[in-house]
């Protein structure tokens, strides 16, 4: 059984490499605002790009996509087989899958290798709460007990990508995730003096 929380629903399955969509970015995978509307642009809706246009260039999220955009981060990962993928670094892991009924769910959940003693739970609460008032993304929480006793930390992002997603802000959600995840965990070891 793996550390993280196993969450129901279908994971994927199967290869992750699998159904790879063949990620292409040219240039910067950072995406400017889009553009605005300038004062009188009057033009009809249907003399301005429409949707349809727009929605060939968002598909649904894929293992494989999953897999493409975080090699293009140059983040390594390991993966399970059961549809999770697994990336480490020196103070923690970030697992990364996808969740739901229909595998819609974007799932980011970032785990410290240090624990909390028990003794420490109130304290432990309380840094935790801190980071989440402070802190827009990467929810924390503190987990259910491991079989030594010592209380596991999270942080977990959770993105709902039912209508599915373009390549370049799929990347975005990753680098964000993964560079949240490392914010987390140096804050829990320097200010939040927990680890």
Known sequence: MPWWSWRPGPAGGGDPDDGRSGVTVEGTVRVGPPTQRQPGDDAPA???????????????????????????????????????????????????????????????????????????????YRVVNEWNHTRRFCKAYIGDPTERGQLPIYAELQVPLGAGTHDALLIEMLDCGAAVATSFVDWLHDEGALL
């Open 46 to 124: 249907a003399e301005r790009a429409p949707i349809a246009d727009m929605a060939t260039t968002v598909e649904p999220v894929s293992l494989g996509r999953v897999c493409d955009a975080l090699d293009l981060l140059d983040v390594r990962y390991l993966a399970d087989g059961d549809g999770n993928l697994l990336a480490m670094w020196e103070r923690h892991a970030v697992l990364v899958t996808l969740e739901g009924p229909e595998d819609e769910i974007l799932v980011m959940r970032a785990r410290p290798h240090a624990t909390v003693p028990p003794d420490w739970a109130d304290r432990a």
